[in-house]
């Protein structure tokens, strides 16, 4: 197997990589500030897709519009579906919000399949690649690349920088604390929750773009997504994102010089490992959402 | 006859129905309730770890796929006789249980679930890429004849086996300290609990069913392949009817399992497009609204006792000792109760 | 709590209390005859079941004369929700395409026929619950079979114990046809031989390696085997080849391992999803052969939708064209799209062969004894409008042969067999950009 494909494929897990961490980071969000595991996420992934999928063929609208569209739907989605449902297993035991959570799941798989049918969708948008280098860089490719390190970088920013974002990640470290600092702890948890969906439906929106997707394609990628999770620590959005990229390149690796096989198992290797050797993950304990 | 002897005789009544129930249905009935037996019994594994000890096993079917592919080998590659191999099937997955669960169980939590939901697809993809064992995607033909009453009396066995064993646990001290893993785990093992060993233990258990349900499973089909046997509808039937009727419970998983086989009959004919989404609203509206299930509910009503044996035992025996102080306070209100 | 969850199970137990009355009240159209409440034999508290009232016709056994004026029924379990829903909607189309203009046209042996169609659900489990049903509890004359491997396999067992006629139109895996079922019958092309025609190109044009990727599952893995065989047989070698895992999405990896094993023919084992992502990274990789060969995926006229102009030239191996000269082709596809709003593809056109074959053995032996009917199937060569028919004793299909397609300019040719060809096969692939 030629050393010579390594830049190849190096670039190509890297992209896929930041695509991952997109999908992930908004998981890692809600865990960390409400410390709910969205078991739902890779279905409002795949929403996000579909509905960009829709605009294409019925009113050819160009992916990259519908991004943005699909975000602000996501986090309006995202708002409601906390109002109405998460807050209630919130202060509940884990096990509530993880049974809420793959019932909705289950829900929206029936939807999917219920308004797109089982047929994979994708939206054709800027084939081809650059070339540079003597290597391919796949223009779709490294427009979501592009794309995610936007949205993740406007999340980060959000939470660093701005007052609102200061005090969510206040209800992150100590609910309880930040309510007696006169933080409404309940419009924090409905803005976290609503940006974790709309970062999912927005990578849902890239996803169609870049591979096919069908209403059931939410579960390989919330076990992507827990991996990279778990491997960046749970509530940390740069440990997603270090994460996101360590698990493409491991993918294409694996693929590359094993199987395709050992490839997709990689999602779970990772996962395992890391679980029995460092649950905390690589940035360290799960206990608060760290920029 | 007092309240016990009337359990037990309707106990003996049901399965002797049960047992003669091939006699007089069709086909059709037979078969289903032979499935509505294999769910049941899958419920009740899952009901071993998940409902008493409050870990969630989102991937109990990994367990279901090994015992189904263990008979496929062994009865279609090297002929061995179906029990034998059926038995072969709960014995491995009891096996591997072990050091998966002294693995898996440090786990808490959300880490625990997504943990056992990536070994149930990791075994999948074990199953797909072992092409010189499993025959990959290519699938096994475990066997060419139909055989749906061997199989409906050996899961009627089995269900019988799991309910014994569930019921003991549920009126044990065993029982009694994998309920208060689920309340506090921190705190029982302040209290001196080996959770480890409990939850170990606990878990091999209900992973030896699966195990041997999968086995039949592979018996009765016929032909397996990896997307088949590690089908997310077992996880989900597991989950769901055990829910239903109430986790940690000793009757849950059946009333659970017998109506959500009812329900599902009636609903998915009518409703072939949307019973995924019926299903998916049903949990959400298990959880929202009766998170303890049906069991919980019937107690209300008297219909169930509410006390657990042990419970009791333990509760007489220091009211007798009136010496020894304050009772001890093994059970809490909703541990005895729930 | 205490009032939520009185509540909460009163609503669910009204909801579930509703739905089986609206079951038994109106049954909808194509749904079961019967409402489904059965007696299980355990004392729960839960639900009321109604024991259903079965339908009208009485069939007695094989055999003996029946009322002329009882309907005949045919049966199957599809895949109507689930994984293979969007296939066996156009099987269950057909099927009742030829159920109508049978009717239309004075029934089978003079009776009407009533199409039975259960959902399984896509899983084999319920497969065999509902073929249990049809043949014990509908009592139907005949039956069809399911769609996918997984489900033909457990049901096949049940086809033999009860000693009846099943042809499944969809069934390609040829290990299911060498387990020694005596009863079942193959109407399409073994898995096996799927590439048959890129393999008759690549020997005409003297090419000599190829490289084969596919999905882990039954037909591609089948296809892998057979294409080892072939190979072998007509001296060509297989230089790479890995199945990957069902759901895979990213091939980059996978692809460039089958760019540096240099083959001079490229084929997958795809459905379509799979072909279109592999052709869309071949071209963002810059990963090509003289030959490309996809099954199935790369002969739908999504796949071309899809991938827009990297389709150019890219051979799909298929089963069925609307071009094909078959008798009755052009009558059918009028007959199809009038019924179903779109065209059919080939595996409508496959289900009404089968089904349409089922007809024939009955017309032809007029009776409804299985024994004779399944005579007069293995005696039978003929050609429906999905191509040649002729079954061997175990049951498979050796008279059909796949056909090849190759695209130009976004439409399809058929390329092979060559003498229904519409087109010549064009070869080699000039590079992506190219064409």
Redesign the interface.
């Known amino acids: ?2 050393v010579e ?1 390594l830049p ?2 190096l670039i ?1 897990g890297l992209l ?1 990589g930041g695509l991952y961490a997109l999908i992930a980071a908004g998981l890692s969000l809600v ?1 960390g500030v409400m410390r709910v ?1 969205n078991f739902a996420h890779g279905e409002f992934v795949m929403l996000g897709g579909m509905v960009t999928y829709w605009l294409f063929v019925l009113y050819d609208v160009n992916p990259l519009v519908s991004f943005f569209v699909v975000l602000v739907g996501g986090l309006l989605l995202g708002a409601l579906v906390q109002a109405l ?1 998460i807050r ?2 919130v202060d ?5 919000s ?3 959570t ?10 999917g ?2 308004l797109w ?4 969708r ?1 939206v ?1 948008a800027y ?3 650059w070339r540079a280098l003597g290597v ?1 860089f ?1 223009r779709m ?1 490294m427009i979501a690349f592009g794309m995610s390190a936007l949205v993740i970088g406007a999340v980060f920013a959000f939470l660093r920088r701005t007052r609102l974002g200061k005090a969510v990640r206040a209800t992150a470290q100590h609910a309880e604390v930040a309510m007696t600092c006169g933080i409404d702890v309940a419009r924090m948890r409905v803005i976290a929750f609503a940006m974790g969906i709309g970062m999912a439906t927005s990578a849902g929106a890239l996803l169609v773009t870049i ?2 997707i ?1 209403p ?2 939410g ?2 990628y919330i ?1 992507k997504a ?2 990279i999770v ?1 491997l960046g620590g749970l509530g940390s959005l740069a440990g997603a994102l270090v994460g996101g990229l360590i698990l493409g390149l491991a ?6 010089y094993v ?7 990689s ?3 990772v ?2 490992i890391v ?2 050797l460092r ?1 905390g993950g690589l940035m360290g304990t799960a206990e608060k959402v760290r920029a | 006859m007092n309240r016990r002897g009337v359990n037990v005789t309707a106990g003996v009544a049901v399965v002797g129905v049960m047992v003669a129930a091939p006699l007089v249905l069709s086909g059709y009935q037979i078969v289903f309730v032979l499935l509505t037996l294999l769910y049941i019994g899958m419920a009740y594994s899952w009901n071993l770890i998940s409902g008493y000890t409050g870990y969630l096993s989102f991937g109990h079917v990994a367990f279901f796929g090994i015992g189904a592919y263990t008979v496929g080998v062994l009865v279609a590659t090297h002929g061995w006789p179906w029990p034998v191999a059926v038995l072969t099937g709960g014995v491995l997955a009891a096996a591997l249980a072990v050091p998966l669960g002294w693995i898996m169980l440090r786990l808490r939590g959300p880490y625990f679930a997504i943990g056992m939901l990536a070994v149930a697809e990791g075994t999948r993809l074990l199953a797909s890429v072992w092409r010189g064992v499993t025959r990959g995607g290519l699938g096994i033909f475990v066997t060419t004849t139909y055989n749906v009453v061997p199989v409906y009396y050996s899961l009627l066995g089995l269900v019988v086996v799991v309910m014994t064993l569930t019921y003991w646990v549920d009126n044990s001290r065993f029982g009694l300290r994998l309920l208060s893993i689920r309340e506090d785990e921190d705190a029982a093992e302040v209290l001196g609990i080996d959770t480890t060993r409990r939850k170990l233990t606990a878990f091999v258990m209900s992973a030896a069913f699966p195990g041997m349900i999968g086995g039949l499973y592979a018996w009765y089909i016929g032909y397996i392949d990896p997307g088949s046997v590690f089908a997310l509808s077992f996880s989900l039937n597991m989950v769901l009817m055990t829910l239903l009727g109430g986790a940690g419970t000793f009757l849950g998983p059946l009333i659970g399992g017998a109506s959500f086989a009812v329900v599902l009959e009636s609903l998915w004919a009518r409703f072939p497009a949307y019973h995924l989404m019926v299903t998916g609203v049903a949990i959400m509206a298990i959880v929202l609204f009766i998170p303890n299930g049906i069991v919980a509910v019937l107690r209300r009503f008297g219909l169930i006792s509410r006390r657990r044996q042990f419970a009791s035992r333990v509760v007489r025996r220091s009211q007798r000792r009136t010496d020894e102080g304050p009772a001890p306070t093994t059970e809490k209100s909703d541990v005895a109760a729930g | 709590m205490n009032a939520t969850a009185i509540r909460g199970f009163v609503l669910l137990a009204l909801t579930a209390l509703l739905l089986a009355a609206c079951g038994t009240a109106s049954p909808p159209a194509g749904a079961p005859p019967d409402e489904a409440g059965e007696e299980t034999p355990e004392e729960t508290a839960e639900g009321s079941t109604e024991e259903t009232a079965e339908g009208t016709a009485e069939e007695t056994a094989e055999g003996t004369a029946a009322s002329d004026e009882s309907p005949i029924k045919i049966g199957a379990s599809l895949s109507l929700s689930g994984d293979y829903a969007r296939i066996a909607v156009d099987q269950r189309e057909a099927y009742e395409l030829y159920v109508a203009q049978v009717n239309e046209n004075g029934g089978l042996l003079g009776r009407q026929v009533e199409l039975v169609v259960y959902d399984d659900q896509s899983t084999p489990e319920t497969g065999t619950r509902l073929y249990e049903r049809l043949i014990t509890e509908d009592q139907v004359d005949l039956i069809m079979g399911p769609y996918s491997s997984a489900v033909s396999g457990a049901m096949m067992p049940i086809a033999e114990r009860y000693e009846m006629v099943n042809i499944a139109p969809m069934a390609s895996s040829d290990e299911l046809f060498q387990q020694g079922f005596t009863w079942s019958f193959q109407v399409i092309t073994p898995a096996s031989l799927y590439l048959e025609g890129a393999l008759e190109i690549m020997e005409e044009e003297g090419y000599t390696t190829f490289a084969y990727i596919g999905e882990d599952t039954a037909f591609p893995a089948a296809l892998m085997d057979g294409l080892g065989q072939e190979a072998e047989a007509r001296g060509l070698e297989m230089v790479f080849n890995q199945l990957y895992p069902k759901g895979t999405t990213d091939f980059t990896s996978l692809l460039a391992q089958v760019g540096a094993a240099q083959p001079d023919a490229i084929f997958g084992g795809t459905y379509v999803e799979d072909a279109v992502a592999i052709t869309r990274q071949m071209q963002e990789q810059g990963v090509i052969a003289d030959i490309v060969a996809l099954t199935v995926g790369a002969a739908e006229n999504e796949y071309a939708e899809s991938v827009g102009d990297a389709a150019q030239h890219i051979m799909g191996a298929s089963h069925w064209e609307p071009q094909l000269e078959t008798p009755g082709n052009p009558e059918f596809i009028a007959a199809y799209q009038e019924k179903a709003g779109r065209d059919p593809g080939y595996h409508a056109a496959g289900s009404y062969a089968g089904i349409s074959i089922l007809g024939m053995a009955v017309e032809a032996c007029q009776c409804l004894d299985q024994e004779d009917i399944r005579e007069e199937i293995i005696n039978l060569e003929t050609e429906t409008i999905f191509g040649p028919f002729d079954v061997d004793e175990t049951g498979a299909q050796v008279g059909k042969t796949g056909v090849m397609v190759q695209w130009f300019d976004g439409q399809k040719e058929i390329t092979w067999p060559f003498d229904i060809a519409t087109a010549e096969y064009l070869t080699p692939l000039a590079g992506w950009g190219e064409r």
Do not use: W
């Open positions: 197997m030629g494909q190849q494929i190509n896929l865990f595991i449902l209630r297993v509940a035991p884990p096990m509530m993880l049974l809420l793959f019932g909705m799941s289950f829900f929206l798989i029936g939807l399949l219920f049918e089982n047929i994979s994708s054709p084939g081809g690649s391919a796949p490719r591979s096919a069908d059931q394609v579960g390989l076990l827990f991996a778990i993918e294409v690796l694996g693929t590359f199987s395709s096989a050992v490839g997709q198992a999602a779970y290797l996962l395992l679980l029995i649950p």
